[in-house]
């Protein structure tokens, strides 16, 4: 029996893109599957925010921020905490990833037509301990066009593959196992779901239609990781962040399903580290939803006063933006539902960005003068509409109808106003003070000292009782599922390896599906814009070395 292409491509995000686009610079044929109907195509780095990170860039430099290969591998590996004896191949990975991210990545990106956004952002600035975690200096360059922008090159080579015959893409092909001639993985099979015309994102059928058996010298896993599916998540919900939360918003389309997952280790291969996950903190409900539980993430910058469900600060290492697995491990293991943000306007205006491709149409359309007007006063267009519309937020002139505002989001009577204007008044003494101590300020202070920070991320400290800052708003946070930072193991040619430490001959994973690299590569914590630029990185090696092997 013949082959029907030289290697079978399973998932059609950008790990899938990136790993078609190097199979057929090399002249192979490729079969390209995907669950999804057409209008998916990218999964789910078309929602993204298009963060990238590299170390010691021009971008960088302009700005003044010192930056080097040896500190961004210490924080790495500080914050990943490799601990096991399965970190073998993820710590390697790490290290291969930082050296790219530090040298070859930009020029690489440039190649491809992307472009980065002048201002350098710092996610993950790390807390207020001695731990180490964290970013030393800012790293988040956004990609010019976000998510789309990042996609739109890989996109495009996959159309010229397919003018030239190289590629064949089958949507609506969903794998369902994995067979074997003479002990390697040859055989992909799967349903023929029913023809779908849901918009991107949406939840589609998966009634089939019928069945499909494929074959190819090498197999390439693409298919992403959990987050979208609920049932996985908790199941894999790891005892060191307390219980998962009764509610939770779900940061991705519901075809993060896992499911792929179990099928190749069903095949042999080894799934690690699945108790490492990125869940965010700072969720909020889209009140436009494109799928079922949407939330949005807000990209908080430091300035916000954090409050658990009582009105209780957090304690002070927990400072927005700063960790968020250590957040995250607070507010669970204190068994917290969900939390607050308490900011004035001014900090809204400036701190208060939100993830994602779509919440920026100005980045995402590359509309150089919107972007210019996030500088200026103003709350953004997309921040409006969620204090118009959103169910998570109260706007108020005092803090006894802000009080009374947050009460009635959550049905209960937990927040007394009084308690909560102390709580306020604590913190703006301790955040307009010359020196203070308190870790919000000293972050706050540390960030502005960087120009992209004070020019556009982070308000002057200021007392949020300031009524020429008001009004006060109030933003209920929730915990929102995203990304899976376990997955298949794989050796530094992305081979998928066995329980045995063995490669599954003809298995090659990439991107979510092999925990964007060795099974892992973020141990416990990302760095941020890591993701993505996991997806390039493993993409690119699984490509390359599937082409070399048929």
């Not at 949005?296 to 009105?311: E, F, K, M, Y």
């Amino acid at each position: 029996m013949g082959y029907d292409a030289d290697v079978i491509v399973i998932g059609a995000g950008l790990a899938g893109l990136v790993a078609v686009a190097e199979l057929t610079e090399a002249g192979r044929r490729v079969i390209l599957l995907d669950q999804e109907p057409e209008a998916s195509l990218g999964g789910q780095a078309h929602w993204s925010f298009g963060g990238l990170f590299l170390v010691d860039s021009p971008e960088q430099r302009r700005l003044g921020i010192r930056d080097s290969h040896e500190l961004a591998l210490r924080d790495w590996l500080a914050t990943a905490g490799f601990d096991r004896g399965e970190d073998r191949w993820p710590r390697r990975w790490a290290e291969a990833y930082v050296e790219f991210a530090a040298g070859e990545k930009r020029a690489w990106l440039r190649e491809r037509g992307i472009k980065i956004f002048p201002v350098v952002g710092w996610a993950e600035r790390g807390g207020g301990d001695d731990s180490g975690r964290g970013n030393s200096v800012p790293r988040f360059h956004i990609t010019w066009g976000t998510g789309p922008g990042v996609l739109e090159p890989f996109v495009g080579r996959l159309r010229a593959a397919e003018e030239r015959g190289l590629v064949e893409t089958r949507f609506r092909h969903r794998v369902t196992g994995l067979g074997r001639t003479g002990g390697v993985v040859d055989t992909v099979t799967g349903e023929v779901l029913t023809p779908s015309s849901a918009p991107r994102g949406t939840a589609s059928s998966r009634e089939a239609a019928g069945t499909f058996e494929l074959r190819a010298q090498a197999v390439i896993v693409t298919s992403g990781g959990i987050g979208g599916n609920g049932d996985l998540v908790r199941a894999n919900w790891p005892e060191r962040l307390g219980t998962p939360p009764e509610r939770m918003l779900t940061g991705v389309p519901a075809h993060v399903d896992g499911l792929m997952l179990g099928v190749a280790e069903r095949a042999g291969g080894r799934l690690i580290n699945r108790d490492r996950m990125w869940h965010y903190t700072e969720g909020i409900a889209n009140w436009d939803p494109v799928w079922a539980g949407h939330g949005i993430r807000v990209l908080p910058g430091p300035s916000s006063l954090w409050l658990d469900p009582a009105g209780r600060r957090l304690p002070a290492e927990h400072v927005p933006g700063a960790d968020t697995l250590g957040a995250l491990e607070h507010i669970r293991g204190a068994g917290h539902e969900y939390t607050w943000f308490v900011l004035s306007r001014r900090v809204i205006e400036k701190e208060f960005a939100l993830s994602g491709s779509e919440q920026n149409p100005d980045l995402t359309g590359k509309r150089v003068l919107e972007v210019l007007g996030r500088i200026r006063s103003g709350i953004p267009g997309p921040v409006r509409a969620f204090l118009d519309r959103g169910a998570d937020f109260v706007v108020a002139d005092d803090v006894a109808e802000l009080a009374r505002g947050m009460n009635r989001v959550t049905g209960t009577e937990l927040i007394d106003a009084a308690a909560l204007r102390r709580v306020i008044e604590t913190r703006d003494r301790e955040i307009t003070a010359d020196e203070g101590r308190d870790p919000q300020a000293v972050v706050i202070r540390r960030a502005r000292g960087f120009r992209g920070e004070r020019l556009a991320r982070v308000a002057p400290p200021h007392a949020l009782l300031d009524p020429k800052a008001g009004p006060l708003i109030a933003a209920r946070l929730s915990v929102l599922t995203r990304k899976t930072l376990g997955g298949l193991e794989t050796d530094l040619s992305s081979r998928v390896m066995t329980a045995a430490g063995e490669p599954l001959p003809g298995v090659y994973a990439a991107g979510e599906a092999a925990g964007f690299g060795g099974g892992g590569v973020h141990g416990y914590r990302s760095l941020e814009g890591t993701f993505l630029g996991g997806c390039l990185f493993s993409g690119r090696a699984a490509g390359r070395a599937a082409a070399r092997a048929v």
